[in-house]
């Protein structure tokens, strides 16, 4: 079969018969088939007897033994097959019928084949196409690639490389569908992870994920903090084809900077003072999966070093070990730092930036894609709606203010927002009282001589109280305790979720209720 040539030079003939002999007779999988020349209605006929065909394929050559031969190979690969020998021909077919893979010999008695291509390309972008040229016009097959082929066959050749080439066509097929599919998920908001929006920046987002999703290259995020950076290494991972292994997230940040070389890549019992047992790092713990490596800007220079042998090497050496451990988990990493920067300023491995950087994936900032803050909104209410089986809706202003507001803390920071507004609102409404200090300020900025709707003025002056309500200046320590003392009373005296929701810590919420001499329950 290695020997067999396809092709249309004569000296080839000889050959040509060799290989018509062997393909009338059984495919390479040993899968008896019959092919028939194309018949006048211009279908192409299912040749395989093997269940049922995955891609449709049209043979567009002059030679019929070329044809056949190419008919017969994609047809024990179990295809639907289908031939022409003409431009003509090829068209009446592919007007009547959708051809995933098109195998076209640039050189057709009535027309050309670069012509075809073209006109392929612009009326079914879906087809696949892999021309087929002699080996004199190789020229032509690289202007093919360029008017949209995907791949090529130059005459004659193997019939072996028509299987392998077939057989790549039809895992980009596959991997085509499957992007697709996920895409569409995606933006129904179906993907695992759920991630909202809409705006074109998202969409060019999702086109990437979706390819990225089923590789295993590492993936580098980027983006301000509260963009979703986490959000979608998850749909990365649970959207790919090993969404069943374990997904291990990193916070390189947060890590005790002397346990990080032991939490990354583990320890054996006595290796320090305090490891009484062995531990498997979390690298070796994705197995299979998917390591997200957050905040990796902040890993130490000398850890960097050790990641990255540890990514080139594909193994790990547990903290005391003298033995190297394979390790088989994908590597997303995500930053909101500039990271090039900090490789110029000598501050984060170039080697390793490059190694993480396979492919980046960038999020804007919530403010570069105002069109998704309402559909944000309405997400994070939806979800508050269910968890307190209250009917929340916003008010106009609360609605427009928050679509004008910048967001610096970006989608977190939106989230934040509606949970706090809903825990603090004294009705289904949530007016702009209920909204933090910063919207408020925001809207007083824009609006200087008054508060908008008159409702909302109410809301402010009965919700949290904050502000310029009573016409007269007031100090910034009496707004911040009337935040805290307001806050508290609106939710029952439950200082934890006060402390939450006010974004200071308890430890600090006490210390002011003593500044205020305040050391008994609010509210409560
Ligand atoms: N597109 C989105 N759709 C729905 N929720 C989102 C979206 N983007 C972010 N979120 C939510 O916003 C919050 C912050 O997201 P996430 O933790 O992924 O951000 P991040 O960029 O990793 O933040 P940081 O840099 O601070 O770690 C999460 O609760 C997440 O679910």
């Known amino acids: 079969m290695n020997s067999v040539l396809v092709g249309t030079d004569t000296s080839e003939m000889k050959q040509r018969e060799t290989t018509r002999a062997g393909a009338r007779d059984v495919a ?40 056949k031969a190419c008919c017969v190979i994609a047809g024990g690969k179990g295809f639907a097959v289908g031939e022409a020998g003409s431009v003509a021909q090829a068209k009446a077919i592919l007007k009547h019928r959708k051809i995933d893979l098109l195998l076209l010999d640039l050189k057709l008695p009535d027309g050309g084949g670069l012509a075809l291509l073209e006109q392929v390309k612009t009326l079914y972008p879906d087809t696949a196409v892999v021309v087929m040229t002699a080996f004199a016009t190789v020229a032509s097959a690289v202007e093919a690639m360029r008017i949209g082929a995907g791949d090529y066959l130059t005459k004659p050749f193997a019939l072996e490389e028509l299987m392998t080439v077939l057989d790549r066509a039809a895992q980009r097929r596959h991997f085509d569908l499957e992007s697709r599919l996920l895409r569409e998920k995606l933006r129904t908001q179906q993907g695992a992870g759920g991630l909202v929006g809409q705006s074109p920046e998202m969409e060019k987002l999702y086109r990437i994920l979706s390819k990225v999703a089923f590789s295993t290259h590492p993936v580098l995020i980027l983006g301000e903090s509260g963009t979703g950076k986490e ?105 909101n730092r500039d990271l090039m920067a900090m490789v110029e300023q000598g501050r984060f491995r170039r080697d390793l930036y490059f190694r993480l950087n396979v492919v980046n994936l960038r999020i804007p900032p919530l403010r570069d894609r105002r069109s998704d803050i309402p559909l944000l909104a309405m997400h994070f209410l939806e979800q508050m709606k269910k968890e307190s089986g209250m009917a929340y809706e916003f008010s106009d202003d609360t609605l427009r203010v928050m679509g004008e507001y910048d967001w610096p803390g970006n989608v977190r920071e939106l989230e934040n927002a509606i949970e706090r507004a809903c825990a603090l609102s004294s009705g289904p409404v949530l007016h702009m009282g209920d909204l933090p200090t910063q919207l408020q300020d925001f809207r007083m900025q824009r609006v200087p001589t008054g508060y908008g709707s008159e409702t909302d003025a109410v809301a402010q002056v009965e919700g949290n109280g904050v502000g310029m309500g009573d016409g007269g200046i007031v100090s910034i320590a009496e707004m911040e305790k009337h935040a805290i003392l307001g806050t508290i009373r609106q939710l029952k005296g439950d200082k934890l979720m006060a402390a939450r929701l006010l974004g200071i810590g308890k430890t600090t919420l006490y210390r002011k209720l003593k500044e205020y001499g305040i050391t008994d329950g609010l509210g409560d």
């Open 28 to 67: 390479p999988s040993g899968v008896l088939v019959g092919v028939s020349p194309l018949g006048v209605d211009g279908e192409p006929r299912v040749v395989s007897t093997e269940g049922t065909p995955s891609l449709h394929v049209l043979v567009v050559d002059d030679d019929a033994a070329v044809r």
């Open 231 to 335: 959000l979608v290494a998850r749909s990365i991972h649970f959207n790919g084809p090993n969404a069943t292994k374990p997904f291990v997230p990193v916070d390189c940040g947060s890590l005790v900077p002397t346990l990080i070389e032991s939490e990354l890549f583990g320890h054996v019992k006595g290796a320090f003072t305090g490891a009484d047992r062995a531990k498997e790092g979390l690298l070796a713990t994705a197995e299979g999966g998917t390591v997200f490596l957050d905040e990796i800007g902040e890993l130490p220079l000398d850890l960097q070093a050790k990641l990255l042998r540890a990514l080139q090497e594909k193994e790990v050496r547990p903290v005391g070990s003298t033995q190297a451990r394979p390790i088989s988990a994908r590597v997303l990493a995500a930053t």
